[in-house]
């Protein structure tokens, strides 16, 4: 069955950097593009970006333009999500998820179950 | 502060029907799709919604959504303790030129 499988919890002093990972399964892996998206205590879903993993073509949301990096690695067909320069506010629950297409009509369909960063 | 705007609450009883309406302005619903979101206490969110009113697979017919200008609504008919979640309406803003999430709601069944 489809899977995007995140790696382990994290914390992290402010001015660090966390790296997560999203291994996806149960389909082909370039089919499909990787949002990630947040989703602090207290707070509503957060979009940070996108990513096509086929050639690793990226969109990122203004507010965190300045230090996310996103990347795909094809032979693992794992996603990796990077946010750098952390404070307190990037304390969140992080999930990857797939579409079908760059932001496509038919929403998000399949969600990791979450990456719980702690700064 | 989200640039679609959700009520943050919303209630009602045992097979009620309750609606959750879901603002937003010429650059996001007004010109693109809706899709809506269910996150229930400790889950990932999980799609209920798309193309502002289509249904995957599997999420029952008492889910239904709508659009019209730049406002969204999601309808859930024969309330059950089990739709008690939070939910979130998305689009793409082509000004910001990325995805917005409203705030989202938290429905209580009484």
């Known amino acids: 069955q489809v899977q995007l499988v995140q790696s382990g919890a994290e914390m992290r002093k402010p001015g660090a950097s966390v790296k997560v990972s999203c291994k996806t399964s149960g389909y082909s892996f370039g089919a499909f593009y990787i949002h990630w998206v947040r989703k602090a205590p207290g707070q509503g879903l957060e979009w940070m970006g996108i990513?096509?993993?086929?050639?690793?073509?990226?969109t990122y949301s203004q507010k965190f333009q300045d230090r996310i990096v996103m990347t795909s690695d094809s032979s693992t067909s794992t996603v990796y999500l990077e946010l750098s320069s952390l404070t307190s506010e990037d304390t969140a629950v992080y999930h990857c998820t797939r579409d079908v297409g760059f932001w496509s009509a038919n929403g998000m369909d399949v969600w990791g179950q979450g990456t719980t960063v702690t700064v | 502060q989200s640039v679609v705007t959700q009520p943050p609450s919303a209630s009602g009883t045992p097979g009620q029907r309750v609606t959750i309406s879901c603002s937003g302005s010429?650059?996001?619903?007004?010109?693109?799709?809706v899709c809506w979101y269910q996150q229930l206490p400790g889950t990932a969110p999980k799609l209920l919604i798309f193309k502002n009113s289509q249904r995957p697979s599997g999420v029952p017919d008492r889910f239904s959504g709508s659009r019209s200008g730049t406002s969204a609504s999601l309808a859930i008919s024969g309330l059950r303790s089990e739709d008690e979640a939070d939910y979130f309406c998305a689009a793409w803003d082509d000004s910001l030129r990325g995805g917005v999430f409203g705030g989202g709601t938290k429905l209580t069944v009484l």
């Open positions: 990513i096509n993993p086929n050639i690793g073509d990226t």
């Open positions: 010429t650059s996001n619903i007004g010109s693109n799709d």
